[in-house]
C-alpha cells in the first residue's frame, strides 16, 4: 500500500513539474517575443476603432506576474482605448480612425466616454469614418458620431426607441410549490416584483418609462449634434421605423452611404491619397494601446491621480475584474491613501450593486481614505444600490447623462421548496433546543417570528444606507427617503435631485480630482492588483476553463449569459442592495 502510494506521489509530482516547466517555457517566450512583435505605426495610417474585444473599464492587473500570464483578462480595458485615441490625435501618423463592423459589450454611458474621445480626435483636424453591415442602435450611437457613415447595401438599421420586457413568476410558483420568500424595504425595489405579483406594479411601471425616456433623451441629444437632426424628427424616425432599410435611413441623414466595404475602403485610400491598387496603412486600436502603454512618456512631475475600478456586482472576498470585493477595494484604498505622491483618487463605478455588508465595509473605507485625501466619483454604465452606497460619501459624484444610479433600497430573497416537498410525499421534522435554533429552511414554511427579524435587519441596513447618502449629501433623512425606497433614476435626474453634483466623464472627474488636490501636472495609476492563489491560476488555464466555452458554443450567447444571471441569482447571500433589474441596450 505504501510501495502504491509513493508511485502515485512520484506520477504525481513528475506531472505537477511538467506542467510548470512547460507553461514557463511559454512564458519566457512570449516575454521574449513580445518585445520583438511591438506593432510600429507607419506614416499615414488608419486606427481600426474593433472593440469587439473591450468590455470594462480597466483590464485588471495582478500582483503576482504569473496570474497575468494565465488570466484570460489579457484585453485592453477602455480607459486604455481613450487614452490610447487622445494619444493619436497629435500623432503626425495616424490620419484618421474607422469603425469597421464595431460590435462591442460597451454600455450607454461607456459609449458616451468614447463618442467624447472620438469627438476631441475630430477636433485635431483628422477624420472619423464608420462602415457596418447593420447597426444596432447601440452600435449607431457610437458610430454616429463619425464624419461618414457607410451601411452595407443589404444591411439593417435598428432605430425603434427603447423598451422593457420583465417576466413574473408568480403563477409558475404556485404550480411548481416553488416559493422565493421576499423580505424588502422600498416600494420601487422591483428587484423581487416578479416573485410577487403577476404584473407590473404602477410605481414600478413608473420608474421604468422615467428612466427609459431620461437614457433615450441622452441618446437622442448627442446623435441630433452629430448628425444635425432635430430631436423632435429623430423621434418621429423611431415612432415611424422610417430607417429601417439603408435606402431610408439615408434618405433621413441617419447614414450618408451605402457601399460596400470595399468601398467603403476605397474612400479611404482617396482621402489618404494612396494608390487605389494598393491598400493603405492601418493599425489596430488592440496594437496601437499596447504599443502606446508600453512607451508611455512619464511625466516630470512625481505627483499622481489614483484612478481606482469598482466594476461589476458587489460580492464578499477579493473581487477580480468583473467583480468587486472588499478585499482588493480596501486593499487599493489604503495603499492609494498612504502613498505620498497620490495626491487624490478617483473611484470609477460600474456597478448594480450586490451585498449589503460588503459595500458598507468599501463606504467605510472611502470615509477614511476621504480624510487623507480628496476622493472623486466617477460613474460609469451603473452606479445603483450598492454602487451607490460606496458612491456616496465621496467629495464630488460625476456621471454621464445615461448612467443609470440611485436604487437606494434593499431586500433579502430566500427559496422555499416546502410546497414542492409536500406534493411529491416528503415531510420534514425539526428537533431543536431553543425556539429560534433552527433559523431559516428552504423545507419548511417560513416562521412568522424568523420573518420579522429579517425585516428589522433589512430595515436597520436601509435605515444605515440613506443615512450614510444623507450625510455624505448632506442633506437631511426625509429628502433622501422620499427619492429611495429603492428607484432607479438616470444621471440627468440624479442631478436634478442631488444625488450626483456634476455630468461628466472618468476625464472629468480625473481634472476634478487634480483641482481638489491642488496639482496641475501629473500622471495617473490604476488601481486594484488583485492577489490570486495557485487555485486560482489553474481556473485561469484554457483547458481548465472550457466547460464555459463548451457550454455557451452549444446554447449561445443570449441564453448564456441568462444562465450566469441564474448562477449569481443563487450564489447571493445575506442583504441585497442590488439595482431592481438588468437594462441591455442593443
Given amino acids: 500500500m505504501k510501495f502504491l502510494s509513493n508511485v502515485i506521489a512520484t506520477v504525481v509530482g513528475l506531472f505537477v513539474f511538467l506542467m510548470l516547466f512547460f507553461f514557463g517555457i511559454i512564458f519566457i517566450a512570449t516575454m521574449f517575443s513580445g518585445e520583438?512583435?511591438?506593432?510600429?505605426?507607419?506614416?499615414?495610417?488608419?486606427?481600426?476603432?474593433?472593440?469587439?474585444?473591450?468590455?470594462?473599464?480597466?483590464a485588471g492587473k495582478y500582483k503576482d506576474p504569473w496570474m497575468s500570464f494565465f488570466s484570460e483578462e489579457k484585453n485592453i480595458g477602455l480607459s486604455d482605448v481613450i487614452n490610447a485615441i487622445d494619444v493619436a490625435s497629435i500623432d503626425d501618423n495616424i490620419k484618421g480612425i474607422s469603425i469597421l463592423n464595431n460590435e462591442s459589450e460597451l454600455g450607454m454611458a461607456q459609449s458616451k466616454d468614447l463618442r467624447n474621445a472620438l469627438e476631441n480626435f475630430k477636433k485635431s483636424g483628422k477624420f472619423v469614418m464608420a462602415y457596418a453591415n447593420s447597426y444596432s442602435q447601440k452600435e449607431y450611437y457610437l458610430n454616429s458620431v463619425a464624419n461618414s457613415i457607410y451601411l452595407n447595401p443589404v444591411g439593417e438599421m435598428d432605430f425603434k426607441g427603447l423598451s422593457s420586457e420583465i417576466m413574473f413568476y408568480k403563477d409558475l410558483q404556485e404550480k411548481t410549490g416553488v416559493k422565493m420568500e421576499v423580505i424588502r424595504h422600498g416600494k420601487y425595489k422591483s428587484a423581487v416584483e416578479p416573485f410577487l405579483e403577476n404584473k407590473m406594479s404602477e410605481a414600478n411601471r413608473e420608474q421604468t418609462a422615467a428612466l427609459l425616456q431620461s437614457v433615450w433623451n441622452a441618446v437622442a441629444t448627442d446623435i441630433s449634434k452629430s448628425r444635425n437632426i432635430p430631436v423632435a424628427r429623430l423621434n418621429q424616425i423611431a415612432s415611424g421605423l422610417l430607417a429601417r432599410t439603408p435606402e431610408m435611413a439615408k434618405r433621413e441623414k441617419l447614414i450618408d452611404y451605402i457601399a460596400y466595404e470595399d468601398q467603403y475602403h476605397d474612400a479611404i485610400k482617396k482621402i489618404?491619397?494612396?494608390?487605389?491598387?494598393?491598400?493603405?496603412?492601418?493599425?489596430?486600436?488592440?496594437d496601437y494601446t499596447h504599443k502606446m502603454i508600453s512607451t508611455a512618456i512619464m511625466t516630470e512631475s512625481e505627483d499622481k491621480i489614483a484612478v481606482i475600478y469598482a466594476q461589476g456586482e458587489i460580492q464578499s472576498g477579493e473581487g477580480d475584474v468583473n467583480t468587486i470585493g472588499e478585499g482588493s477595494m480596501r486593499r487599493s484604498l489604503q495603499e492609494a491613501g498612504k502613498d505620498k505622491n497620490v495626491k487624490a483618487i478617483v473611484l470609477r463605478i460600474d456597478s448594480p450593486g450586490g451585498n449589503a455588508l460588503t459595500s458598507d465595509l468599501i463606504w467605510r473605507e472611502v470615509e477614511l481614505t476621504k480624510k487623507v485625501k480628496p476622493v472623486v466619483v466617477s460613474m460609469g454604465n451603473y452606479a445603483a444600490s450598492g454602487g451607490y452606497y460606496i458612491a456616496c460619501n465621496a467629495n464630488t459624484i460625476f456621471a454621464q447623462r445615461n448612467t443609470i444610479t440611485g436604487s437606494i433600497g434593499?431586500?433579502?430573497?430566500?427559496?422555499?421548496f416546502s410546497q414542492l416537498t409536500k406534493k411529491i410525499g416528503i415531510n420534514i421534522e425539526q428537533v431543536k433546543?431553543?425556539?429560534n435554533a433552527a433559523q431559516y429552511s428552504p423545507f419548511v414554511p417560513m416562521d412568522e417570528n424568523f420573518k420579522a427579524v429579517t425585516l428589522e435587519s433589512i430595515e436597520q441596513v436601509y435605515k444605515t444606507f440613506v443615512s450614510h447618502v444623507a450625510q455624505g449629501r448632506k442633506m437631511n433623512f426625509a429628502t433622501v427617503d422620499s427619492i429611495a425606497q429603492g428607484r432607479v433614476w438616470s444621471g440627468t435626474e440624479a442631478l436634478k435631485i442631488g444625488l450626483v453634483d456634476k455630468i461628466g466623464g472618468l476625464n472629468?472627474?480625473?481634472?476634478?480630482a487634480a483641482r481638489l488636490s491642488k496639482t496641475e501636472n501629473y500622471s495617473t495609476q490604476n488601481y486594484p492588483e488583485y492577489e490570486k492563489d495557485l487555485e486560482d491560476v489553474f481556473s485561469k488555464i484554457p483547458f481548465a476553463n472550457s466547460k464555459a466555452s463548451i457550454i455557451k458554443e452549444e446554447i449561445g450567447n443570449e441564453n448564456y449569459q441568462l444562465l450566469q444571471q441564474i448562477k449569481k441569482f443563487?450564489?447571493?447571500?445575506?442583504?441585497?442592495?442590488l439595482m431592481p433589474f438588468q437594462i441591455s441596450i442593443y
Fill in 36 to 58: 520583438d512583435e511591438t506593432a510600429s505605426v507607419k506614416n499615414n495610417s488608419i486606427l481600426e476603432l474593433n472593440l469587439e474585444d473591450v468590455k470594462y473599464d480597466y
Fill in 272 to 286: 489618404l491619397q494612396v494608390n487605389p491598387k494598393k491598400g493603405y496603412n492601418k493599425i489596430s486600436i488592440n
Fill in 410 to 416: 434593499v431586500f433579502g430573497i430566500l427559496p422555499n
Fill in 433 to 435: 433546543t431553543h425556539e
Fill in 508 to 512: 472629468a472627474a480625473i481634472a476634478e
Fill in 570 to 577: 443563487q450564489s447571493r447571500k445575506g442583504v441585497q442592495a
